[in-house]
Nanobody, 120 residues
Framework: VQLVESGGGLVQPGGSLRLSCAAS????????MSWYRQAPGKERELVAA?????????????NYADSVKGRFSISRDNAKNTVYLQMNSLKIEDTAVYYC?????????WGQGTQVTVSS
C-alpha cells in the first residue's frame, strides 16, 4: 500500500497550489479520502474529506475545516487512483505538512506528507 503526495512548495500569500495524492495497493474507489495538515508545534488536523460515493446514492460528499471553507476544494479521480486538494487564496497560517489518508472500516493508510509554505 502506498499513498504518495506531491505538489507542495513555497507560495506567496494569496497564491494557489494543487496537491495530489496517488494511491496504490488497495481498492481506492472504496475508501474515504482525506487531507490533514500539521503545522510546527501543533496537532495534526483534518482539512478536507471526500467519501467514496459507492455507499451513498447521492454520490460523493465532501467536508471541510471551517478555516479552509471557500478556499480549498477536494476532489478525486477513481480512474487514476488519485485525490486532489486545490488550495486558493493561501494564507501564512496554511503553512504545514499536508498528508493524505485513506480509510475504510478498520483499514487506515497515511502518506508521507508534502510541505506547503506560504510566505512573502
Amino acid at each position: 500500500v502506498q499513498l504518495v503526495e506531491s505538489g507542495g512548495g513555497l507560495v506567496q500569500p494569496g497564491g494557489s497550489l494543487r496537491l495530489s495524492c496517488a494511491a496504490s495497493g488497495f481498492t481506492f474507489s472504496n475508501y474515504v479520502m482525506s487531507w490533514y495538515r500539521q503545522a510546527p508545534g501543533k496537532e495534526r488536523e483534518l482539512v478536507a474529506a471526500i467519501t467514496s460515493g459507492s455507499e451513498i446514492s447521492a454520490g460523493e460528499m465532501t467536508n471541510y475545516a471551517d478555516s479552509v471553507k471557500g478556499r480549498f476544494s477536494i476532489s478525486r479521480d477513481n480512474a487514476k487512483n488519485t485525490v486532489y486538494l486545490q488550495m486558493n487564496s493561501l494564507k501564512i497560517e496554511d503553512t504545514a505538512v499536508y498528508y493524505c489518508k485513506a480509510v475504510r472500516l478498520l483499514s487506515e493508510y497515511w502518506g508521507q506528507g508534502t510541505q506547503v509554505t506560504v510566505s512573502s
